[in-house]
Protein backbone atom coordinates (compact mmCIF):
# COMPACT_ATOMS: atom_id res chain seq x y z
CA UNK A 1 0.00 0.00 0.00
CA UNK A 2 1.20 3.44 -1.19
CA UNK A 3 0.72 6.37 0.81
CA UNK A 4 1.03 9.98 0.11
CA UNK A 5 0.26 12.89 2.89
CA UNK A 6 -0.30 15.95 1.66
CA UNK A 7 -0.56 19.17 3.72
CA UNK A 8 1.77 21.49 5.76
CA UNK A 9 4.19 21.06 8.41
CA UNK A 10 5.41 23.08 11.00
CA UNK A 11 8.34 25.54 11.21
CA UNK A 12 10.26 26.69 14.09
CA UNK A 13 9.50 26.55 17.58
CA UNK A 14 5.88 26.65 17.95
CA UNK A 15 3.70 23.87 17.35
CA UNK A 16 0.06 23.92 16.30
CA UNK A 17 -2.25 21.65 16.00
CA UNK A 18 -2.46 20.37 12.41
CA UNK A 19 1.07 20.78 11.66
CA UNK A 20 1.72 18.54 14.64
CA UNK A 21 -0.52 15.66 14.21
CA UNK A 22 0.54 15.88 10.49
CA UNK A 23 4.13 15.10 11.54
CA UNK A 24 3.61 12.82 14.13
CA UNK A 25 1.34 10.98 11.66
CA UNK A 26 3.89 10.62 9.50
CA UNK A 27 6.83 9.94 11.49
CA UNK A 28 4.31 6.54 13.29
CA UNK A 29 3.39 5.80 9.42
CA UNK A 30 7.06 5.33 8.77
CA UNK A 31 7.67 3.10 12.38
CA UNK A 32 5.00 0.86 11.48
CA UNK A 33 7.23 0.36 8.43
CA UNK A 34 4.74 1.69 5.71
CA UNK A 35 5.63 2.92 2.47
CA UNK A 36 4.49 6.17 2.93
CA UNK A 37 5.79 9.50 1.53
CA UNK A 38 4.67 13.68 2.90
CA UNK A 39 4.25 16.09 0.29
CA UNK A 40 3.92 19.56 1.18
CA UNK A 41 3.29 22.62 -1.22
CA UNK A 42 5.84 26.13 -1.35
CA UNK A 43 3.48 28.24 0.62
CA UNK A 44 4.34 31.89 -0.02
CA UNK A 45 5.27 32.33 3.89
CA UNK A 46 8.10 30.08 2.97
CA UNK A 47 11.73 32.07 2.81
CA UNK A 48 12.84 30.27 -0.26
CA UNK A 49 9.27 30.55 -2.24
CA UNK A 50 9.05 32.41 -5.54
CA UNK A 51 6.27 32.61 -8.16
CA UNK A 52 8.58 29.83 -10.14
CA UNK A 53 8.25 27.60 -6.87
CA UNK A 54 4.99 27.76 -6.36
CA UNK A 55 4.72 26.36 -9.61
CA UNK A 56 7.39 24.61 -10.81
CA UNK A 57 9.96 23.69 -7.70
CA UNK A 58 10.99 20.90 -5.98
CA UNK A 59 12.33 19.84 -2.91
CA UNK A 60 13.49 16.92 -0.54
CA UNK A 61 14.74 17.50 2.95
CA UNK A 62 16.91 14.65 4.87
CA UNK A 63 13.90 13.23 6.35
CA UNK A 64 12.36 12.33 3.07
CA UNK A 65 9.90 14.98 3.04
CA UNK A 66 9.19 16.44 -0.80
CA UNK A 67 8.17 20.29 -1.16
CA UNK A 68 6.16 20.72 -4.72
CA UNK A 69 5.02 23.36 -7.24
CA UNK A 70 2.18 22.85 -8.47
CA UNK A 71 2.66 21.46 -11.55
CA UNK A 72 5.41 19.31 -10.16
CA UNK A 73 2.49 17.62 -7.37
CA UNK A 74 0.32 17.46 -10.78
CA UNK A 75 2.85 15.45 -11.96
CA UNK A 76 4.16 13.34 -9.18
CA UNK A 77 0.61 12.24 -8.34
CA UNK A 78 0.11 11.00 -11.82
CA UNK A 79 3.24 9.15 -12.45
CA UNK A 80 3.18 7.74 -8.78
CA UNK A 81 -0.34 6.60 -8.63
CA UNK A 82 -0.47 6.61 -4.39
CA UNK A 83 -3.22 3.76 -3.26
CA UNK A 84 -4.14 6.54 -0.27
CA UNK A 85 -3.87 10.10 -0.99
CA UNK A 86 -4.39 11.36 2.22
CA UNK A 87 -4.76 15.38 3.22
CA UNK A 88 -4.18 15.47 6.58
CA UNK A 89 -4.07 18.82 6.55
CA UNK A 90 -6.89 21.09 4.72
CA UNK A 91 -5.13 23.63 2.36
CA UNK A 92 -5.93 25.96 -0.72
CA UNK A 93 -3.26 23.90 -2.73
CA UNK A 94 -5.65 21.10 -2.31
CA UNK A 95 -8.35 22.73 -4.52
CA UNK A 96 -6.27 21.96 -7.83
CA UNK A 97 -5.84 18.17 -7.13
CA UNK A 98 -9.54 17.88 -7.25
CA UNK A 99 -9.75 19.18 -11.23
CA UNK A 100 -7.86 16.28 -12.38
CA UNK A 101 -8.69 13.49 -9.50
CA UNK A 102 -10.55 11.48 -12.00
CA UNK A 103 -6.81 10.59 -13.10
CA UNK A 104 -5.83 9.09 -9.88
CA UNK A 105 -6.46 5.84 -9.12
CA UNK A 106 -6.12 6.18 -5.52
CA UNK A 107 -8.68 6.95 -2.56
CA UNK A 108 -9.30 10.18 -1.08
CA UNK A 109 -8.87 10.43 2.72
CA UNK A 110 -9.12 13.67 4.47
CA UNK A 111 -8.57 14.81 7.98
CA UNK A 112 -11.02 17.89 8.78
CA UNK A 113 -9.42 19.78 12.16
CA UNK A 114 -12.13 22.06 11.63
CA UNK A 115 -15.29 23.41 10.25
CA UNK A 116 -14.57 26.45 8.13
CA UNK A 117 -18.00 26.83 7.51
CA UNK A 118 -17.99 27.51 11.70
CA UNK A 119 -14.93 28.92 11.95
CA UNK A 120 -14.42 31.72 9.29
CA UNK A 121 -17.34 34.31 10.25
CA UNK A 122 -15.67 33.88 13.93
CA UNK A 123 -12.52 34.49 13.11
CA UNK A 124 -11.37 38.19 14.14
CA UNK A 125 -8.98 38.96 11.37
CA UNK A 126 -11.16 38.66 8.75
CA UNK A 127 -9.91 36.92 5.53
CA UNK A 128 -10.81 38.45 1.52
CA UNK A 129 -14.08 37.51 0.30
CA UNK A 130 -12.06 35.82 -2.79
CA UNK A 131 -10.14 34.06 -0.27
CA UNK A 132 -12.94 32.95 2.25
CA UNK A 133 -14.72 31.88 -1.66
CA UNK A 134 -11.57 29.49 -1.91
CA UNK A 135 -11.72 27.96 1.85
CA UNK A 136 -15.11 27.09 1.40
CA UNK A 137 -15.20 25.90 -1.65
CA UNK A 138 -12.03 23.78 -0.98
CA UNK A 139 -13.86 22.50 1.97
CA UNK A 140 -16.78 21.73 0.10
CA UNK A 141 -15.24 19.65 -2.45
CA UNK A 142 -13.29 17.82 0.17
CA UNK A 143 -16.36 16.87 1.89
CA UNK A 144 -17.90 15.84 -1.66
CA UNK A 145 -15.45 13.85 -3.05
CA UNK A 146 -13.57 12.12 -0.85
CA UNK A 147 -13.77 8.85 -0.16
CA UNK A 148 -13.82 8.83 3.60
CA UNK A 149 -14.09 11.52 6.08
CA UNK A 150 -12.11 11.84 9.30
CA UNK A 151 -13.34 13.96 12.31
CA UNK A 152 -11.81 14.39 15.19
CA UNK A 153 -15.05 13.59 17.60
CA UNK A 154 -18.31 13.29 17.64
CA UNK A 155 -18.81 17.17 18.45
CA UNK A 156 -16.98 17.42 15.52
CA UNK A 157 -18.74 15.22 13.19
CA UNK A 158 -22.52 16.88 14.96
CA UNK A 159 -21.28 20.43 13.80
CA UNK A 160 -20.19 19.59 10.15
CA UNK A 161 -23.84 18.00 10.13
CA UNK A 162 -24.90 21.32 10.70
CA UNK A 163 -23.81 23.36 7.29
CA UNK A 164 -23.06 19.83 4.81
CA UNK A 165 -24.95 16.97 3.84
CA UNK A 166 -22.75 13.55 3.40
CA UNK A 167 -23.13 9.87 4.04
CA UNK A 168 -22.53 8.10 7.35
CA UNK A 169 -21.12 5.42 5.58
CA UNK A 170 -17.90 7.73 4.52
CA UNK A 171 -17.39 9.20 7.92
CA UNK A 172 -14.58 7.97 10.88
CA UNK A 173 -14.25 9.81 13.94
CA UNK A 174 -10.43 9.38 14.44
CA UNK A 175 -8.69 11.26 17.65
CA UNK A 176 -6.08 13.38 17.39
CA UNK A 177 -2.84 11.92 19.16
CA UNK A 178 -1.10 12.83 22.20
CA UNK A 179 2.59 13.27 22.73
CA UNK A 180 3.66 13.31 26.82
CA UNK A 181 5.44 16.18 27.09
CA UNK A 182 7.28 15.71 30.03
CA UNK A 183 7.35 12.20 32.71
CA UNK A 184 5.69 13.49 35.86
CA UNK A 185 4.90 10.74 37.99
CA UNK A 186 3.02 12.75 41.01
CA UNK A 187 1.82 16.64 40.18
CA UNK A 188 1.59 18.34 43.24
CA UNK A 189 -1.84 20.51 44.74
CA UNK A 190 -0.55 23.44 46.50
CA UNK A 191 -3.18 25.97 46.55
CA UNK A 192 -1.49 28.24 49.34
CA UNK A 193 -1.23 31.11 46.62
CA UNK A 194 -4.27 30.22 45.15
CA UNK A 195 -5.42 27.73 42.12
CA UNK A 196 -3.54 28.34 39.35
CA UNK A 197 -5.38 27.46 35.71
CA UNK A 198 -4.25 27.90 31.90
CA UNK A 199 -6.39 28.98 29.33
CA UNK A 200 -4.91 28.78 25.73
CA UNK A 201 -6.28 31.81 23.95
CA UNK A 202 -4.05 31.35 20.40
CA UNK A 203 -3.74 33.21 17.79
CA UNK A 204 -5.61 36.60 17.36
CA UNK A 205 -7.88 34.76 14.56
CA UNK A 206 -10.62 33.11 17.02
CA UNK A 207 -12.56 33.89 19.45
CA UNK A 208 -12.18 31.15 22.55
CA UNK A 209 -14.61 32.76 24.78
CA UNK A 210 -12.02 34.06 27.41
CA UNK A 211 -13.99 37.20 28.03
CA UNK A 212 -17.28 35.13 28.91
CA UNK A 213 -14.82 32.99 30.98
CA UNK A 214 -12.99 36.51 33.03
CA UNK A 215 -16.76 37.22 33.72
CA UNK A 216 -17.79 34.22 35.56
CA UNK A 217 -14.06 33.93 37.28
CA UNK A 218 -15.06 37.40 38.51
CA UNK A 219 -17.28 35.46 40.73
CA UNK A 220 -16.08 33.18 42.46
CA UNK A 221 -15.19 33.99 46.51
CA UNK A 222 -11.57 32.12 46.07
CA UNK A 223 -7.75 33.14 45.19
CA UNK A 224 -7.53 31.94 41.42
CA UNK A 225 -4.47 33.02 38.86
CA UNK A 226 -5.29 32.55 35.90
CA UNK A 227 -2.39 32.15 32.68
CA UNK A 228 -3.81 33.33 29.50
CA UNK A 229 -1.36 31.82 27.01
CA UNK A 230 -1.15 33.66 23.28
CA UNK A 231 -2.89 36.91 22.20
CA UNK A 232 -3.84 39.54 24.93
CA UNK A 233 -6.65 40.99 25.72
CA UNK A 234 -7.09 44.71 26.97
CA UNK A 235 -6.36 44.23 30.66
CA UNK A 236 -9.39 45.29 33.19
CA UNK A 237 -8.69 44.88 36.64
CA UNK A 238 -10.72 41.79 38.00
CA UNK A 239 -11.95 41.11 41.94
CA UNK A 240 -9.95 40.88 44.75
CA UNK A 241 -9.56 37.05 44.46
CA UNK A 242 -8.58 36.87 40.87
CA UNK A 243 -5.29 37.61 39.18
CA UNK A 244 -4.88 37.85 35.60
CA UNK A 245 -1.40 37.27 33.80
CA UNK A 246 -0.86 37.21 29.72
CA UNK A 247 1.90 34.94 28.45
CA UNK A 248 3.07 34.70 25.17
CA UNK A 249 2.51 31.27 23.14
CA UNK A 250 5.86 29.38 24.46
CA UNK A 251 8.04 27.10 22.51
CA UNK A 252 6.92 23.23 22.48
CA UNK A 253 10.88 22.56 24.13
CA UNK A 254 9.86 24.35 27.12
CA UNK A 255 6.11 24.15 27.53
CA UNK A 256 6.89 21.77 30.15
CA UNK A 257 8.58 24.22 32.46
CA UNK A 258 5.49 26.60 32.69
CA UNK A 259 3.18 24.23 32.44
CA UNK A 260 4.46 22.65 35.67
CA UNK A 261 3.39 25.31 38.14
CA UNK A 262 0.09 24.93 36.91
CA UNK A 263 -3.35 22.80 38.14
CA UNK A 264 -5.55 22.69 35.69
CA UNK A 265 -6.45 23.89 32.46
CA UNK A 266 -9.69 25.25 31.61
CA UNK A 267 -11.53 25.70 28.43
CA UNK A 268 -14.49 28.21 27.67
CA UNK A 269 -17.96 26.84 26.13
CA UNK A 270 -17.01 27.67 22.77
CA UNK A 271 -17.16 24.95 20.68
CA UNK A 272 -13.84 22.62 19.87
CA UNK A 273 -13.31 20.02 17.85
CA UNK A 274 -10.55 18.12 19.77
CA UNK A 275 -8.25 19.88 21.96
CA UNK A 276 -4.76 18.87 21.67
CA UNK A 277 -3.92 21.44 24.19
CA UNK A 278 -6.09 20.27 27.12
CA UNK A 279 -4.55 16.42 26.27
CA UNK A 280 -1.07 17.19 26.81
CA UNK A 281 -1.41 19.17 29.73
CA UNK A 282 -3.33 15.99 31.13
CA UNK A 283 0.08 13.96 30.58
CA UNK A 284 1.25 16.27 33.13
CA UNK A 285 -1.18 15.91 35.28
CA UNK A 286 -2.56 19.00 34.84
CA UNK A 287 -6.66 18.13 35.24
CA UNK A 288 -9.02 19.94 32.81
CA UNK A 289 -11.91 21.52 33.00
CA UNK A 290 -13.93 22.05 29.57
CA UNK A 291 -17.35 21.91 28.67
CA UNK A 292 -19.10 19.24 26.92
CA UNK A 293 -18.60 20.70 23.54
CA UNK A 294 -14.79 19.92 23.45
CA UNK A 295 -14.12 17.02 21.38
CA UNK A 296 -11.60 15.74 24.21
CA UNK A 297 -14.65 15.38 26.96
CA UNK A 298 -15.32 12.05 25.02
CA UNK A 299 -12.64 10.74 27.02
CA UNK A 300 -13.13 12.48 30.37
CA UNK A 301 -15.41 10.84 33.45
CA UNK A 302 -16.47 14.32 35.20
CA UNK A 303 -15.01 14.23 38.68
CA UNK A 304 -12.78 11.06 37.58
CA UNK A 305 -10.15 12.24 35.25
CA UNK A 306 -11.53 15.75 34.65
CA UNK A 307 -14.43 18.20 35.29
CA UNK A 308 -16.65 18.45 32.23
CA UNK A 309 -19.74 21.20 32.77
CA UNK A 310 -22.74 21.95 30.34
CA UNK A 311 -21.71 23.95 27.32
CA UNK A 312 -25.42 26.03 28.11
CA UNK A 313 -24.23 26.66 32.06
CA UNK A 314 -20.75 28.31 32.19
CA UNK A 315 -21.35 29.27 35.28
CA UNK A 316 -21.09 25.72 36.66
CA UNK A 317 -17.14 26.59 36.40
CA UNK A 318 -17.29 29.08 39.51
CA UNK A 319 -18.74 25.48 41.50
CA UNK A 320 -16.55 23.45 40.28
CA UNK A 321 -13.41 25.49 41.42
CA UNK A 322 -14.97 26.26 44.89
CA UNK A 323 -15.36 22.84 45.18
CA UNK A 324 -12.02 22.16 44.68
CA UNK A 325 -10.22 24.65 46.86
CA UNK A 326 -12.99 23.08 49.63
CA UNK A 327 -11.52 19.72 49.26
CA UNK A 328 -14.14 18.63 48.10
CA UNK A 329 -12.76 15.98 45.62
CA UNK A 330 -9.14 13.83 45.96
CA UNK A 331 -7.38 15.79 43.05
CA UNK A 332 -4.56 13.47 43.41
CA UNK A 333 -6.24 11.14 42.50
CA UNK A 334 -8.13 12.70 39.28
CA UNK A 335 -4.72 13.99 38.49
CA UNK A 336 -2.83 10.42 38.33
CA UNK A 337 -6.20 9.16 36.46
CA UNK A 338 -5.93 12.50 33.88
CA UNK A 339 -2.33 11.20 33.19
CA UNK A 340 -3.36 8.04 31.85
CA UNK A 341 -4.85 9.72 28.96
CA UNK A 342 -1.93 8.76 26.64
CA UNK A 343 -2.72 5.57 27.26
CA UNK A 344 -5.94 5.92 25.04
CA UNK A 345 -4.60 8.61 22.67
CA UNK A 346 -1.26 7.80 22.23
CA UNK A 347 0.16 8.07 18.55
CA UNK A 348 1.06 4.37 17.95
CA UNK A 349 -2.71 3.19 18.83
CA UNK A 350 -4.07 6.82 16.44
CA UNK A 351 -1.66 5.55 13.48
CA UNK A 352 -3.27 2.11 13.96
CA UNK A 353 -6.99 3.46 13.50
CA UNK A 354 -5.63 5.38 10.41
CA UNK A 355 -4.24 2.16 8.95
CA UNK A 356 -8.09 0.53 9.94
CA UNK A 357 -9.47 3.27 7.27
CA UNK A 358 -6.61 3.34 4.98
CA UNK A 359 -7.35 -0.50 4.87
CA UNK A 360 -11.33 -0.22 4.72
CA UNK A 361 -11.42 2.30 2.15
CA UNK A 362 -9.10 0.42 -0.51
CA UNK A 363 -11.50 -2.98 -0.06
CA UNK A 364 -14.63 -0.60 -0.86
CA UNK A 365 -16.37 -1.26 2.50
CA UNK A 366 -16.32 2.72 3.02
CA UNK A 367 -18.27 3.97 0.11
Known amino acids: MKIVLLGRLHEGKI ?8 QQLYK ?88 LKYELPRRKIKTSNFGRFKDYLMEYLAIKFSDSLIFLSNPHLSLAGEFYKFSNNKVNIVPNGIKVLRIQKIKHFDFSDGINVVFYNG ?54 EFLAKIHFVIKANVIETFSLFVGECMTMGLIPIISDKVGISE ?24 NIYNGQYDIQTISQNAQSIVDEL ?6 QKYLEVYKL ?7
Open 15 to 22: DFGPQKVA
Open 28 to 115: NLLINNMNVEFVEYFFKIYNNSTCFKRFLGYEKSPDNIKRLGIIRLFIYLLRTQPDIIHIITLERFILSIFLYKFLLKGKFVVTFHSV
Open 203 to 256: TNEFDRGLEQLLLVFDKVKIPVNIYVLGIMKNIVERKKFVKTNYVEIIPHDILP
Open 299 to 322: YLVNGVNGFVYNNENIEDVKTILE
Open 346 to 351: NWNKVA
Open 361 to 367: VIECKIK
